[in-house]
């Protein structure tokens, strides 16, 4: 059992920066593949980035492709989502979810953090 927490969010303008951070506890995050998914209101939950467990390559929706970067840091047991060149179409609640394999749909997690929200205006 892994037990993960989200936070870093906020509001900003187009053009701005957020670092979202993903603890877990139970677990060290070797074991598993972390993501962040992500649903703005009316919307279907979204695969924005992840790493796989073992070789830890990582993924990225087309979307935030070039303007965001996940980060392990595997000594403080916590994931993070470098956001840049944020645009108002990035805002949603942003979740961190850990799964035995990456997968890009969100139903095939195990483990959620309850959101953090990010909001950015333009």
């Known amino acids: 059992q892994v037990y993960v927490v989200e936070s870093g969010g906020g509001s900003v303008q187009t053009g701005g920066s957020l670092r979202l951070s993903c603890a877990a506890f139970g677990r060290t995050i070797n074991s598993y593949a972390m993501a962040w998914f992500r649903q703005a209101p009316g919307k279907e939950r979204r695969f924005v980035a992840g790493?796989?467990?073992?070789?830890?390559?990582?993924t990225y929706a087309d979307s935030v492709k070039g303007r965001f970067t996940i980060t392990p840091d595997v000594a403080k047991n916590m994931v993070y989502l470098q956001m840049n060149s944020l645009k108002p179409e990035d805002t949603a609640v942003y979740y961190c979810a850990a799964n035995s394999i990456l997968s890009l749909n969100w139903r095939a997690y195990d483990y959620w953090g309850q959101g953090t929200q990010v909001t950015v205006s333009s």
């Open positions: 790493i796989n467990r073992g070789d830890r390559t990582t």
